[in-house]
């Protein structure tokens, strides 16, 4: 009913950067938070930052100040801009949206398929 597609990852040297995006398609109302996780080899899935429809922004630690996070409501799109990456930012990053349905009027919780970002030292 919903499909998060993401786009924009690839391999990029330390300190350099990306931009992730991620278009949601299909049977929308509207989108509450949309936000970005990633999961490294071995580890759990972690949210990286997050974006309410209003704007607001939340971000994990450990990427404060380096990423940021914005949306186009207009085009059901979110982004992830990522600079100063470092190796420890190499993982598969992933889209997530909770969506409210046209029919039925209800909000659910989706993911893309994610995209792999590797950073090399």
């Known amino acids: 009913q919903v499909q998060l597609v993401e786009s924009g990852g690839g391999l990029v040297q330390a300190g350099g950067s990306l931009r992730l995006s991620c278009a949601a398609s299909?049977?929308?109302?509207?989108?509450?938070?949309m936000g970005w996780y990633r999961q490294a080899p071995g580890m759990q899935r972690e949210l990286v930052a997050g974006?309410?429809?209003?704007?607001?922004?939340n971000y994990a630690n450990s990427v404060k100040g380096r990423f940021t996070i914005s949306r186009d409501n207009a085009k059901n799109t979110v982004y992830l801009q990522m600079n100063s990456l470092k190796p420890e930012d190499t993982a598969v990053y992933y889209c997530?949206?909770?969506?409210?349905?046209?029919?039925?009027?209800?909000?659910?919780?989706?993911w893309g398929r994610g995209t792999q970002v590797t950073v090399s030292s």
């Open positions: 997530n949206a909770n969506v409210v349905l046209t029919t039925p009027r209800l909000p659910y919780n989706y």
């Open positions: 299909g049977n929308i109302f509207s989108i509450n938070t």
């Open positions: 974006i309410s429809y209003g704007g607001s922004t």
